[in-house]
């Protein structure tokens, strides 16, 4: 028998687009969130929606539904699957600036010490120190574990000894989603993995 959840008296157009970043979140059947594209939106965060989103999308003929939970939602005037997978019926033109804060900063640098490789206890570094006249900038700021940042203080790269893995960059917004790719949350429902990794380059 299928489980059954009930639809609140919300205001319909009170319609959010806020993704699903924490955990707990994931446990009450969210929806993959599609581009006109068949692309998420987003990788990291994975782009999701509470299932009442979803729900009030669909209802507002902002998006299809292309794959459902076993649950249903009923109102005493509706009945209706939850949705797992939507797709957006307009096209988002995704972003081409990236901007520069803590989260897509770590993200570039796929969360690990950009000295050491070490993926826990971060902060950042100014490769050039601020004192030698260093800049706050994608190109001058790295993220470092508390011991690669306490060790190079505020000495140069050179004079360290601790050498960059590789050249820090600003990343271009294409490039940032996918390195979202490699960050998974820790749920992914079965009928989103069609539409994750689809478009990814194979192996050779």
């Given at each position: 028998m299928d489980s059954v959840l009930r639809i609140g008296s919300e205001?319909?157009?009170?319609?959010?687009?806020?993704?699903?970043?924490?955990?707990?979140?994931?446990?009450?059947?969210?929806?993959?969130?599609?581009?006109?594209?068949?692309?998420?939106?987003?990788y990291y965060p994975l782009s999701?929606?509470?299932?009442q989103d979803a729900v009030k999308a669909a209802w507002l003929n902002r998006v299809d539904i292309i794959a459902?939970?076993?649950?249903?939602?009923?109102?005493?005037?509706?009945?209706?699957?939850?949705?797992?997978?939507?797709?957006?019926?307009?096209?988002v033109k995704p972003q081409k600036k990236v901007a520069f804060t803590?989260?897509?900063?770590?993200?570039?640098?796929e969360f690990s010490c950009q000295y050491c490789g070490t993926t826990g206890d971060l902060t950042f570094d100014h490769v050039v120190p601020r004192a030698s006249g260093g800049i706050t900038s994608w190109k001058n700021v790295v993220a470092a574990c508390s011991r690669c940042n306490l060790h190079k203080g505020s000495k140069s790269l050179h004079r360290s000894g601790l050498s960059l893995r590789k050249p820090p960059r600003q990343p271009a917004a294409e490039q940032l989603r996918n390195m979202g790719r490699k960050f998974p949350p820790n749920y992914?429902?079965?009928?989103w993995l069609d539409f994750l990794y689809w478009d990814a380059e194979l192996d050779a």
């Amino acid at each position: 028998m299928d489980s059954v959840l009930r639809i609140g008296s919300e205001n319909v157009g009170d319609f959010r687009t806020d993704f699903v970043r924490q955990s707990a979140a994931l446990k009450h059947r969210p929806a993959l969130v599609l581009n006109a594209d068949y692309r998420p939106l987003s990788y990291y965060p994975l782009s999701l929606w509470p299932w009442q989103d979803a729900v009030k999308a669909a209802w507002l003929n902002r998006v299809d539904i292309i794959a459902e939970y076993d649950e249903v939602a009923r109102s005493p005037s509706m009945e209706i699957r939850i949705p797992s997978v939507v797709v957006l019926r307009d096209f988002v033109k995704p972003q081409k600036k990236v901007a520069f804060t803590r989260f897509n900063l770590f993200l570039r640098d796929e969360f690990s010490c950009q000295y050491c490789g070490t993926t826990g206890d971060l902060t950042f570094d100014h490769v050039v120190p601020r004192a030698s006249g260093g800049i706050t900038s994608w190109k001058n700021v790295v993220a470092a574990c508390s011991r690669c940042n306490l060790h190079k203080g505020s000495k140069s790269l050179h004079r360290s000894g601790l050498s960059l893995r590789k050249p820090p960059r600003q990343p271009a917004a294409e490039q940032l989603r996918n390195m979202g790719r490699k960050f998974p949350p820790n749920y992914l429902h079965a009928s989103w993995l069609d539409f994750l990794y689809w478009d990814a380059e194979l192996d050779a």
